[in-house]
């Protein structure tokens, strides 16, 4: 409009209309610069584009203000109307330059306050998440400042604990040394109570030979006086006493009948028959023995003709609580005993082709290794990881007696031929011999390894042992008489009924029979899918010596033949895990079969 008005008025009028305008410009500059400078002042650091924009402004301003400048003091000329038309127009494109670069300012300072509010929100949400992070530095200093608190007690309490810890170990340590020298006071007195029982039986034994050689040597005396008298051949031969003298041999017994014809009756003399009664008459128990003679010489002996081969199970039943270790016959009976891990020994009859529970034999601390009938059937002796073998007899389940003296758990424990001792196995590599009658050890021999399993006769034992042999120890002098090497750790030992053959079982799944009359005569036994599933594998022979039996990790019974060295059956299916021990009954009717999950499988032929 002002450039429009300018075409129609004078030109002076036209000056002063442009010297007026120009003063509201002027005001709004200086106060878009004092916003500017205002903004500036409290965003500097925030706003650098700002403050680019700001200054190119600026620059704008200054140039406008000297144009505005040297229009407002024009110089002293005689203007024309050309010439005031021409400045005219000059003015208008100057205004319209002006209006053009007022409205990209205008629109730069739009956009700059755009900005800024965008900013605004931006530093209004900065400020509220520090304020977050300020409550939450609040709170995480609160409870560090708990933390250290109950750091502090913590530590506290740690130093009393340690007080309270060091007091522990003085009084452990001064428990210790009372403990050892209790223990070697306990040692002590051990070695001296074995060592004056062992002078007390070497003793008791001198006075038993010296009585018993005495009284063959007056019972001598006395055949011989009678021997030297005569009778009245008229006497009948029907009323002459037969004398019937018996003898021990190696392989039998030798009967002697005295026929000779005596002239009179009266001359058999009553101090031969005294002399006899008191030789063979029955001894009776003395102080707090717990074996007799009576039990000794009057043992029944139990004989099997024919073992016969099993073939079908006849019954099966989880026997025990854990693990079963061990199972054994009666030598008389069909009794069957079974010892596993649950400490307890159980007692079972067959009847029907079934098992049937009878009793329970308790007082072992620890799981039980082996069990041993005595050659009557009344008496059972186990060995115990609890490093000692128990004594029972079948009318009390408590046992008798309790033989301790090994120092790590006993793995075997057999009776002698003479009932009245004991041998016994050990991890401790000892075999011990213990008189029954005192419940004292009288013997103890170093075998040199870890002792799986023993078998005994009157003058030898047998051991096996971890260390890939088989020893013979003579009893009378505790010394090594042989030994026989194998392939692998010795599981058990067996010996054949008539102790002419010895049966070894070894973890190289392999079974042997040492024939005992030529030691170094031996065959072995292995089959397909035979392998022994522990250190304890138990291998037996049959009653009648025919016959293998050994249970395998497969949970199957393989039996072998002896005399033709085959596989003579292979039972398979009943048992879930590794089989331990098999027994076989003294009938041959019967085989028992036992495994580490607590089963227990009745075998018979039909």
Not at 85 to 90: G, I, K, M, V, Y
Not at 475 to 486: K, V, Y
Not at 518 to 531: E, L, Q
Not at 539 to 548: C, E, H, K, R
């Amino acid at each position: 409009m002002a450039s429009l008005e300018c075409h129609r008025d004078s030109p002076s009028t036209m000056l002063g209309r442009i010297h007026f305008s120009a003063e509201p410009m002027e005001t709004w500059k200086r106060h878009i610069i004092r916003q500017l400078k205002h903004r500036d002042k409290s965003q500097t650091k925030n706003f650098q584009d700002v403050m680019r924009s700001y200054i190119s402004l600026l620059e704008r301003t200054k140039q406008r203000a000297l144009i505005l400048g040297s229009m407002a003091r024009p110089p002293p000329v005689t203007f024309t109307w050309d010439s005031l038309t021409a400045q005219a127009s000059d003015h208008n494109n100057l205004v319209k330059d002006l209006e053009k670069t007022t409205g990209e300012l205008a629109y730069q300072v739009l956009q700059l306050q755009q900005k800024i509010e965008i900013k605004d929100v931006v530093l209004e949400e900065q400020h509220a998440s520090m304020c977050e992070v300020q409550t939450r530095l609040a709170q995480v200093e609160s409870e560090r400042g708990e933390l250290w608190a109950s750091v502090t007690q913590i530590r506290e309490q740690n130093r009393s604990l340690k007080r309270e810890y060091d007091t522990l170990l003085e009084q452990r340590s001064d428990k210790e040394k009372e403990y050892r020298q209790a223990r070697e006071m306990g040692q002590e007195m051990v070695e001296d109570m074995i060592k004056n029982k062992q002078e007390a039986a070497m003793k008791m034994n001198n006075r038993n030979e010296k009585r018993v050689r005495a009284k063959e040597a007056n019972l001598h005396k006395e055949l011989e006086r009678a021997a030297r008298k005569t009778v009245d051949i008229d006497y009948g031969l029907a009323s002459v006493p037969k004398l019937k003298i018996t003898t021990s041999a190696d392989t039998g017994v030798l009967e002697k009948c005295h026929t000779r014809v005596f002239r009179s009756a009266s001359a058999t003399s009553p101090r031969i028959l005294s002399s006899l009664r008191d030789l063979f008459d029955r001894k009776k128990r003395r102080g707090n023995s717990v074996c007799c003679l009576e039990e000794d010489m009057y043992s029944p002996v139990g004989i099997c003709l024919a073992a016969r081969v099993p073939a079908v199970a006849k019954h099966s039943l989880d026997a025990h609580e854990l693990s079963i270790n061990a199972v054994r016959f009666s030598a008389c009976t069909n009794l069957l005993a079974t010892g596993g891990t649950d400490r307890v020994i159980k007692l079972w009859d067959i009847t029907a082709g079934m098992l049937h529970h009878r009793g329970t034999l308790e007082g072992s601390n620890e799981g039980i290794t082996s069990i041993e009938f005595d050659p009557t059937g009344t008496r059972i002796l186990a060995a115990s990881y609890d490093k000692s073998a128990l004594f029972w007899k079948l009318d009390d389940c408590v046992p008798k007696f309790t033989l301790t003296g090994h120092s790590r758990k006993v793995t075997a424990a057999k009776f002698r031929c003479s009932q009245r001792q004991v041998v016994t196995g050990s991890a401790d590599r000892t075999v011990k011999v213990w008189d029954l009658q005192r419940a004292a050890c009288i013997q103890t021999i170093e075998v040199l390894s870890y002792c799986s399993d023993v078998v005994c006769s009157e003058y030898f034992i047998v051991s096996g042992h971890y260390d890939n042999k088989v020893r013979f120890w003579d009893s009378r002098a505790a010394s090594c008489t042989q030994e026989l090497p194998l392939q692998g750790k010795v599981t058990s030992l067996d010996m054949c009924p008539d102790h002419r053959q010895l049966l070894s079982c070894s973890r190289d799944d392999c079974l042997q029979v040492v024939d005992l009359r030529m030691s170094n005569a031996r065959i072995s036994f292995r089959a397909d899918g035979f392998k022994c599933g522990c250190d304890s594998t138990k291998a037996i022979f049959s009653p009648d010596g025919s016959y293998l039996a050994a249970g395998s990790a497969d949970g199957a019974v393989y039996i072998w033949n002896v005399h033709s060295g085959n596989l003579e059956k292979r039972l398979p299916d009943m048992h879930s895990s590794s089989i331990n021990a098999v027994a076989w009954s003294l009938s041959g009717e019967f085989v028992v079969s036992v495994d580490k999950s607590r089963r227990a499988v009745l075998w018979s032929d039909i």
